[in-house]
Each structure stands twice: as C-alpha cells, then as structure tokens.
C-alpha cells in the first residue's frame, strides 16, 4: 500500500500497511531502522517486543481486532518505531488505524512522537472496548484480557524507560495510570471458560455410573453361575 505521511509541528507520522521490501528499504536508508527489526515487522508476533536503541525505540503490541460486520476476533501487531522527532507505524490489518492517526493528528497538532503513541493507543482502547461491549470477549475471554493486560505493561515499561529521551515521558506516564485502571477492569470483567470446566463434573459421576452398571452385571453373572451349579 502506499505510505500514509501525516505531520504535527513536533513529528513526521508514517503509516504503512503490509508493507513491501522496496519501502522497509527506504526506511531502513532514511531512519537508519535496524533491518532484524524490520524484517520482524512483516511478521504477527506471539509476544510484545520493546528494543530499546541510542536514539529510538521499536515497540511491537500485539493487538485484538474484531472487524466489523463479522463479530469474531482475530490477532493482530502493532510495529511502532519511535524517534525523537519521528513516528513510524506498521500494522497488517487493524481497520481503525487510519482514522485513528487523522484524528490524533487533528486533535493533538503538536504532539511530540511519544506523546502521539499514547493518543493513538487511548483512541484505539477506546474502540476496542466498544467492540467488547458489542461482540463480548469471543470464545477465548481469558487470552483476549491476557493480550490486554500484557499491552498495558508493556506500555507502562516504555513510558518509564524514555524519560531522558523523551521530555513529556513523566506527564505521559501519570496520564497512562489514569487510563490503564479502565483497561484492567476491561479485563477483569472478560467472562470465565465455560468448556473446559464442566467436563470434570460430567466425567466423573459417568465414571462412578459406569463401575457401578459393571459391578452390578458381574454380581448377576456370578449368581447366574452359582444358581446352575
């Protein structure tokens, strides 16, 4: 696709969907992007990943989508690449992203890179947990309020790590506290399994069920054989 470029008056933002070699290439030449880096960008990670270098940040957040129209949740990753006066994004397939960058854009003209993150991913929290109160948590509640959680602190450790990097890190953290304790309730609130924890309870007393119809036959076979002799 082709690149998404949109400015504030403190960071250049590009937004790249699925991107191509030839455009990890020009990052790579332009930003000086650590090509290990960039080649995981093609990838959908299991786990959240933050490397940390001299004068950026790769940050990968994995990230639960429920397109709409289809009420099932799939999984996808977030790449941020953060410099002091740059912001990179790679997604595959998170619909909202695009409208989400023109109204952070928008509403925070002169959002420093980090300060820009945060906006984004409150904005996509917050359509996030629309789709929760829509479509509920899916048939894997505990893995979609584990990805949750584990973005939450993973975000926490960015902010806290970039202080002498980034200026407005401090004021950004207490303004993550603020917003991570609706996230954890989101989560806590994600329903329990309701497959695996019956089976004990039905297997059980068909077993019991089932030594006592054998018990019972072998007790008539053996009358049976007495009552012959």
């Given at each position: 696709?082709?690149?998404?470029?949109?400015?504030?008056?403190?960071?250049?933002?590009?937004?790249?969907?699925?991107?191509?070699?030839?455009?990890?290439?020009?990052?790579?030449?332009?930003?000086?992007?650590?090509?290990?880096?960039?080649?995981?960008?093609?990838?959908?990670?299991?786990?959240?990943?933050?490397?940390?270098?001299?004068?950026?940040?790769?940050?990968?957040?994995?990230?639960?989508?429920?397109?709409?129209?289809?009420?099932?949740?799939?999984?996808?990753?977030?790449?941020?690449?953060?410099?002091?006066?740059?912001l990179i994004l790679i997604d595959h397939r998170i619909p909202s992203l695009d409208q989400t960058l023109q109204s952070v854009v928008a509403s925070q003209p002169s959002a420093?890179?980090?300060?820009?993150?945060?906006?984004?991913?409150?904005?996509?929290?917050?359509?996030?947990?629309?789709?929760?109160?829509?479509?509920?948590?899916?048939?894997?509640?505990?893995?979609?309020?584990?990805?949750?959680?584990?973005?939450?602190?993973?975000?926490?450790?960015?902010?806290?790590?970039?202080?002498?990097?980034?200026?407005?890190?401090?004021?950004?953290?207490?303004?993550?506290?603020?917003?991570?304790?609706?996230?954890?309730?989101?989560?806590?609130?994600?329903?329990?399994?309701?497959?695996?924890?019956?089976?004990?309870?039905?297997?059980?007393?068909?077993?019991?069920?089932?030594?006592?119809?054998?018990?019972?036959?072998?007790?008539?076979?053996?009358?049976?054989?007495?009552?012959?002799?």
């Amino acid at each position: 696709m082709a690149i998404n470029e949109l400015r504030t008056s403190a960071a250049n933002i590009l937004h790249l969907r699925q991107p191509s070699a030839k455009e990890l290439d020009m990052l790579r030449e332009k930003f000086g992007l650590h090509p290990v880096d960039l080649e995981a960008a093609l990838t959908i990670p299991k786990h959240n990943i933050c490397g940390q270098y001299r004068d950026q940040v790769h940050l990968v957040l994995c990230w639960p989508v429920c397109p709409p129209g289809t009420g099932s949740w799939h999984f996808d990753a977030i790449h941020f690449f953060i410099g002091t006066d740059w912001l990179i994004l790679i997604d595959h397939r998170i619909p909202s992203l695009d409208q989400t960058l023109q109204s952070v854009v928008a509403s925070q003209p002169s959002a420093p890179p980090l300060e820009a993150v945060y906006q984004i991913l409150h904005a996509l929290f917050l359509d996030l947990r629309a789709d929760i109160e829509r479509h509920g948590f899916g048939p894997q509640p505990d893995a979609l309020a584990k990805t949750l959680s584990d973005v939450v602190i993973s975000i926490e450790q960015l902010i806290e790590a970039q202080g002498e990097m980034f200026r407005s890190a401090h004021d950004m953290l207490m303004a993550w506290r603020l917003l991570r304790h609706q996230i954890l309730n989101l989560c806590q609130s994600a329903p329990q399994r309701t497959i695996a924890s019956p089976q004990p309870a039905r297997f059980v007393p068909t077993l019991v069920a089932g030594y006592a119809a054998l018990s019972f036959l072998m007790i008539v076979v053996i009358r049976l054989v007495i009552n012959r002799h």
